[in-house]
């Protein structure tokens, strides 16, 4: 397991407010090799971005707060480190693609400056050579490199993007994390988006998590899948298992809420309800009144967590007694 | 070697485009007619404070008492006429534009350099900080600005050096207010956070990415500050603890000449016309701007 890249343990992180603790990541365990790509999946307000910005160390404090767990990355404890060392490994070593290309660049700078400007602080470079490399960089992510003097509001929302992705690995880091990278775009400009940075993942060998709540993004690009329900993995496994042999219902749902192309009688079946309230999480397993599979149990008891092969498991009470446990698709 | 060139026409590309940023301010400010004639009126004013030497001749025009030449009227040889000591009142107000500008312009650079950082920094980092530092300023907001001034200059003697710190210190709460309001609506946008993401450090994070970002409103206030930081140099000099006579300072004339107003209002009106037209043009230039700097209006 040495080629553990990111190895996140028991995070648990809160927003403490003064309308009470929302418990916005409950105990994540993920990891990432180097080189592969972790789908990060789940709904609104799941905790997949406070646990991207965990690993950033981003968090904003107050209210934000790491309550317990370990971040490492390739063995370093990412949560004992003090800011200024953290400021050296931010955009060096690990990177992030923010969801908005719209609002993450600074309007009054030139895209080549602020890619520049992430060189200029993690590398001794001058200006012009800092420069150079920031026109390389964006031709790489397939923009002239002339458009270096452009400020962001001459490009358009797929460009920002690649600016966005530009400046995030200018500095060769060895993890990419990207939240919701396609969600600000158009279906088209979303594919070739996701190609680039599939491409650009192999050609860096870089780790990338990516933070979605689109399957179909995560059957394109991702290695492993692990879902996200209310601050907890509630289902992780490779892209394969994950997909072929699904296991919580909480997946099954997901899928189930993808319109089928084959079939255009068929109706959609969104999961029903709201997710818990972070402020107030049931005592139980927190999917629990959203469950077409409920059992008494559920409510009282956290689900344990149960394994199906080395990589696959999932955190749901249907499979304790009956391994083998089928869901039936949603049908009634 | 094309490497080299290519570099340098980057280069220059970056610089034009950069130049049309400030192109753009000023394609919107040449549409409003008012904000043009402020700038003119404020041009003329800072061509008669850079060439008064030309104009006038400091001492024997100025300042010279001529008793044979008192009290007369506008006339060809004295524009302005002249006042209670023969003075000629044109020369007068021509060097006297240089104090009121060059006094007015250092105040507001003390008070936005101050301001501006206690600002900044309450703004950014928020917190008990910001409860600091805003609190302090605001029981300097609470004294009257002009009142403030007055109680700085009557400590520290009267002088035109103390005369600036004055005003200047005076006028440090309000920059600080309005930097800390542009820094609290900037620092929150997402690519405050994306610097912080590529590692940024907090200096680099405030001088790049916040200020800039909240220039607008800043630029607008120290154009109007400098227009009431002229009318405030003008009232301590007209209440005796601005520029002492006999330098030629607007306020300072209104208050010598204010005993012939009755038969001699020229010797009052010219000098207050200064003041009139100086700050209303400066006022409508901080008006114009605002308004070419408003992005909703692009």
């Known amino acids: 397991m040495s080629d553990k890249l990111l190895k996140i343990e028991d995070l648990v992180v809160h927003y403490i407010t003064d309308d009470g603790v929302v418990e916005a990541v409950n105990g994540v365990n993920i990891g990432v090799d180097r080189g592969k790509t972790l789908g990060l999946v789940g709904e609104t307000g799941a905790g997949k971005t406070t646990t991207a910005l965990s690993i950033m160390r981003l ?95 001459q490009f358009s929302g797929g460009m920002k993007q690649r600016v966005v992705i530009a400046i995030a690995l200018s500095c060769n880091p060895k993890l990419l994390i990207a939240d919701e990278p396609t969600t600000a775009l158009d279906v088209t400009i979303q594919a070739q988006v996701l190609e680039l940075m599939k491409n650009l993942k192999d050609k860096f060998q870089m780790g990338m998590v990516l933070i979605t709540h689109d399957l179909g993004v995560v059957a394109e690009v991702c290695d492993d899948v692990a879902i996200m329900y209310a601050g907890r993995i509630v289902e992780q496994g490779t892209l394969e298992e994950v997909f072929n042999t699904v296991k919580h219902p909480y997946t099954e749902g997901l899928f189930n809420s993808i319109p089928n192309i084959d079939d255009r009688r068929d109706k959609l079946k969104p999961i029903r309800g709201l997710m818990s309230d972070p402020y107030n999480l049931p005592k139980g397993c927190s999917f629990y009144d959203r469950c077409d599979y409920a059992m008494p149990v559920c409510e009282t008891q956290k689900p344990p967590k149960i394994h199906f092969g080395e990589t696959h498991f999932v955190e749901c009470h249907l499979y304790q007694e009956q391994q083998d446990f089928k869901l039936n698709g949603g049908k009634e | 070697m ?104 250092i105040s507001v650079s003390i008070a936005l350099s101050i301001g501006g950082f206690l600002g900044a920094i309450a703004g950014y980092y928020g917190g008990r900080l910001d409860n600091a530092i805003m609190r302090v300023l605001d029981v300097l907001l609470a004294i009257p600005t002009i009142l403030l001034a007055i109680t700085i200059v009557a400590a520290l003697g009267a002088s035109v050096l103390n005369l600036m710190i004055a005003v200047g210190v005076s006028n440090i709460p309000g ?121 909703k209006l692009k």
Request: aromatic share 8%; charged share 20%.
């Open chain 1, 59 to 153: 968090i904003p404090h107050p209210p934000g707060k790491i309550v317990s767990g370990s971040i490492e990355l390739e063995g370093t404890d990412l949560l004992s480190l003090k800011e200024s060392r953290l400021e050296k490994i931010r955009g060096d070593v690990v990177s992030m693609i923010f969801q908005d290309p719209m609002t993450a660049l600074n309007p009054v700078i030139t895209v080549g400056d602020q890619i520049a400007e992430a060189i200029m602080i993690h590398q001794k470079v001058g200006q012009s050579k800092a420069a150079q490399k920031a026109r390389e960089m964006l031709e790489i992510v397939g923009i002239p490199g002339n458009r270096a003097g452009e400020y962001p509001h």
């Open chain 2, 2 to 105: 094309s490497n080299k060139s290519e570099v340098i026409a980057t280069e220059n590309l970056i610089k034009t485009k950069k130049r049309s940023q400030g192109a753009d301010v000023w394609r919107r400010l040449k549409k409003s007619p008012t904000a043009m004639i402020g700038l003119g009126i404020i041009i003329l004013f800072l061509f008669m404070a850079v060439f008064a030497p030309m104009i006038a001749d400091y001492d024997d025009e100025a300042i010279k008492m001529n008793i044979k030449e008192r009290l007369q009227p506008p006339s060809s040889t004295h524009v302005f006429g002249t006042d209670e000591f023969g003075r000629d009142i044109f020369a007068r107000i021509v060097w006297g534009t240089r104090i009121s500008l060059f006094v007015g312009l």
């Open chain 2, 175 to 295: 920059f600080a207010r309005v930097v800390r309001a542009a820094v609290l609506s900037v620092k929150d946008e997402e690519f405050i956070e994306a610097a912080r993401a590529i590692g940024a450090n907090d200096f680099i994070i405030i001088t790049r990415h916040v200020l800039p970002n909240s220039m607008a409103p800043i630029i607008v206030f120290a154009t109007l500050k400098v227009a009431s930081s002229i009318m405030g140099i003008s009232s301590l000099s007209f209440i005796g603890l601005g520029v002492q006579p006999p330098t030629p300072e607007w306020g300072g004339m209104l208050a010598s000449g204010r005993a012939y107003i009755r038969d001699y209002m020229y010797i009052v009106m010219f000098p207050g016309l200064a003041i009139v037209f100086a700050v209303l043009s400066l006022n409508l230039i901080g008006d114009g701007l605002r308004d070419a700097l408003d992005p």
